[in-house]
């Protein structure tokens, strides 16, 4: 079956610093990506779509100059959280989708905890 | 607006009892609706999609457009299926971001 990885699993980051977590398909080309975050205990809420080679649409409330998308590939997606704040430690997860079928596959999620 | 609901947080049933997970949703066209899971440290996989109309590790789930729901069943429980369950609802197939609702954690007691 189709997999996505993520990389990396788990980071802790000093307050102020920049992360990135890379979103990668591994058998299959996705030309749309997703980014998920997951507080402990609660539901999975979408933050943005990436289609390669495009501009992200970011949902409503998410800043799009903290958390910036880069899809320069069908393979690789990346999320960076720039100037990071202990807010926003949560867990981040991806998701991409083949163009034709519709099914969305997940990555492991990376949990991020910002000190 | 597009809204999935999973009115129980929780839902602890012993093994070989049936089992019920509800999942109501809210939108006006015709959507497409998931259930995925999430077995413990495990990634989120996608269990069934309506469309597909099979049955999968034993659970079904028959999309009633009259009532909008998507209820999950399985009419053994067993402690494997022990896990996080997510309904979830896309407008329409293709490359459209998931809905999804709250979750209902299953604990299958022995």
């Known amino acids: 079956g189709a997999v996505v990885s993520q990389h990396p699993s788990r980071v802790i980051c000093k307050s102020g610093t920049s992360v990135k977590i890379e979103c990668r398909s591994l058998d299959f080309q996705a030309t749309t990506m997703f980014w998920y975050r997951q507080f402990p205990k609660q539901s999975l809420m979408l933050m943005a779509t990436?289609?390669?080679?495009?501009?992200?649409?970011?949902e409503q409330g998410v800043e799009k100059d903290k958390f910036l998308i880069n899809h320069a590939s069908l393979t690789l997606s990346t999320l960076t959280v720039t100037s990071a704040h202990p807010e926003d430690s949560s867990f981040y997860i991806c998701?991409?989708?083949?163009?034709?079928?519709?099914?969305?596959?997940f990555g492991p999620g990376t949990r991020l905890t910002v000190t | 607006a597009q809204r999935v609901t999973q009115p129980e947080k929780l839902l602890s049933v012993f093994k070989g009892a049936p089992v019920e997970l509800k999942c109501n949703y809210s939108y006006s066209g015709s959507p497409e609706l998931f259930w995925y899971v999430q077995y413990s440290r495990q990634r989120l996989q996608l269990l069934l999609r309506h469309i597909s109309r099979e049955s999968i590790k034993g659970f079904t789930a028959d999309l009633n457009k009259g009532e909008t729901s998507f209820h999950l069943k399985k009419p053994f429980a067993q402690e494997e299926d022990s896990a996080m369950y997510y309904c979830a609802l896309s407008p329409a197939s293709g490359n459209t971001p998931l809905v999804f609702g709250k979750g209902t954690r299953l604990s299958v007691i022995a």
């Open positions: 990436s289609n390669e080679g495009s501009k992200a649409t970011y």
């Open positions: 998701s991409a989708s083949e163009s034709v079928g519709g099914e969305q596959y």
